[in-house]
Nanobody, 124 residues
């Protein structure tokens, strides 16, 4: 059974940091690219970052370049999203999912595997 489980969200003040984790079970990170997506209140879901299965393609959405870093630990079958210098506009539910990753976009669909999300709230 394939499962993706996100954690690490919470309430943080502007300028703060969070590290999101996506623990993957039932499939190998060497065979599946993983992306981070988010959905802010009242907005459509969008791609945030993505790391290809061979780790030869990285994608970051333009608004978060230089603030967020994606990485993975194969031994733990976990993908991370380090988020620094957070702003209120980063408030959203963040999801990880199996995805198509290229340097210019991250794409997933409802046919892919998704976690249930972790909520990030940036507020003073």
């Amino acid at each position: 059974q394939v499962q993706l489980v996100e954690s690490g969200g919470g309430l943080v003040q502007p300028g703060g940091s969070l590290r999101l984790s996506c623990v993957v079970s039932g499939l190998s990170l060497n065979e599946h690219s993983i992306g981070w997506f988010r959905q802010a209140p009242g907005k459509e879901r969008e791609g945030v970052s993505c790391l290809s299965r061979l780790q030869d393609s990285l994608y970051y959405a333009e608004p978060i370049k230089g603030r967020f870093t994606i990485s993975r630990d194969n031994a733990k079958n976990t993908v991370y999203l380090q988020m620094n210098n957070l702003k209120p506009e980063h408030t959203a539910v963040y999801y990880c999912a199996t995805a198509v990753c290229t340097p210019i976009y991250a794409f997933s669909s409802e046919d892919e595997y998704w976690g249930r999300g972790t909520t990030v709230t940036v507020s003073s």
